[in-house]
């Protein structure tokens, strides 16, 4: 793989911009689309309003995929990036401006909603792809920790300072904050430094979209890891809706443990990842890279079982929070440590050249995988008992473990990388 000669002190100067661009950005952003639902639902009275970016998200994945992808793999990525959050700016702006002028606000609010996804699949290719350009080898894993645990940090209190501030400024004053927040990312996206990488021979140099894109598929399914990353990655999306779904049906409408006690097992997840995420930091790099996730997938698998037996069980509301607070704990912990070591060996073995189709690839299937498990998982509450399905799910998850265990796989480890300092 091309790598560029990145100083440890650049490095941690462009993961210290990447992670205060990813809070302010996430802060923002969810703020916004809490705002905005909240909007709609007292303007249009329908439960669609919570439900727009988990429609509108996917489908325009799955739309821009192949444009998307080999525009990230063919031009300078510093700008792709501000080009895209200049057009979210002006976009944003315009919405501001229109949103109280018109009659359907639905209509212009699924527009913006839209050019969102459009940008952030965008920038988010784009991001996964130059990486190589932000950091040197050494803090591929510390960025990609770090990151995730900005994420999780968010997750656990945007709810409640969205909720805070809709009911303090209304939705006007979010508007101005996300304006406001927008433009901080933006300009430290200016700040940030893209080392130039040596150039590489290209990979698909064809006009043809599809026949470019495919370049990405065949490098896919060549290479059995990334392979099994991308398998397993669709499996884990698409199974994860059992507790999207199932924790809020069962708690709420089941057993009547009402929407307090769900807040917080919800927030159990957030903090897991988060826990999960800095242990990182400090934990030794995986020897054998396939081996140690099927493992954790097993523990993942124990989870579920173990919030099946949980909810099946005739116990008290607090004992039946508690567990589940801390199932949710140790399920984000294995999450974060599947996710962030697959997502550090993508970046230490995928040539640049085709990382903006491999990565989009990836991130579309993983996203399709949410709402199909969400449609099924739904429907399949609605029949059956939800602490069988969580039971059976659970060893679903061990039999896919076992399944992909037994195919020959090459002993892989991700680069070694030394804490920051």
């Known amino acids: 793989m091309v790598t560029n000669q990145i100083s440890n002190r650049q490095s941690l100067i462009q993961i210290f911009k990447a992670a205060s661009s990813d809070i302010i950005s996430s802060l923002s952003g969810d703020t916004f689309s809490f705002a905005l639902s909240l909007m709609l639902l007292h303007t249009t009275h329908s439960a669609i309003s919570f439900g727009l970016e988990a429609v509108i998200y996917p489908i325009v994945g799955l739309l821009f995929v192949v444009p998307i992808s080999n ?20 976009a944003l702006a315009g919405y501001s401006w229109v949103v109280f002028r018109v009659s359907d606000r639905l209509l212009v609010s699924m527009m913006i909603v839209a050019i969102f996804g459009i940008n952030d699949k965008v920038v988010g290719t784009t991001y996964t792809a130059s990486v190589h350009e932000l950091v040197n080898d050494t803090h591929l894993k510390p960025l990609a920790t770090i990151e995730q645990a900005a994420s999780s940090a968010v997750q656990l209190g945007s709810p409640l ?30 700040t940030m430094h893209f ?30 890891v990334l392979w099994f990353i991308v398998q397993l990655s669709v499996w884990i999306n698409l199974l994860f809706s059992a507790i999207n779904v199932g924790l809020s049906y069962m708690m709420v409408q089941v ?13 159990s997840f957030a903090l897991g990842m988060l826990v999960g995420s800095l242990m990182l930091l400090k934990l030794a790099n995986f020897r054998n890279l396939i081996q140690a ?12 079982l173990g919030i099946g037996s949980l909810l099946g069980a005739k116990l008290g509301a607090n004992t039946i929070t508690l567990g589940l607070m801390v199932l949710g704990i140790v399920t984000g912990v294995f999450l974060a440590w599947i996710n962030t070591p697959m997502g550090v060996y993508m970046q230490s073995t995928v040539p640049t050249q085709v990382m903006g189709r491999v990565s989009g690839t990836l991130t579309t299937l993983g996203a399709l995988a949410m709402p199909l498990g969400t449609l099924l998982y739904s429907w399949l509450f609605q029949h059956v008992a939800g602490s069988l ?17 037994h195919r020959p796989y090459p002993v892989t480890s991700v680069q070694p990388s030394k804490p920051i300092s």
């Open 195 to 224: 080392y130039p990488l040596p150039k590489g021979p290209t990979m698909g140099n064809t006009t043809s979209q599809l026949a470019a894109f495919k370049v990405g598929l065949t490098y896919i399914h060549d290479h059995a």
């Open 389 to 405: 399905l969580f039971l059976v799910t659970g060893a679903l998850l061990i039999g896919l473990a076992g399944y992909f265990g």
């Open 161 to 190: 300072l969205a909720a805070l501030l809709y009911a303090g400024i209304g939705f006007r004053g979010i508007l101005v904050l996300e304006l406001a927040g927008q433009a901080v990312v933006w300009g430290i996206a200016m």
């Open 71 to 90: 525009l990230v793999d063919r031009h300078d990525h510093k700008s792709l990036i501000l080009i895209s959050k200049a057009i979210t700016l002006a």
């Open 255 to 267: 057993l009547k443990l009402g929407n307090v006690r769900l807040g917080w097992v919800s927030s």
């Open 293 to 304: 996730i099927l493992r954790l997938v097993c523990g993942f698998g124990l989870s579920y």
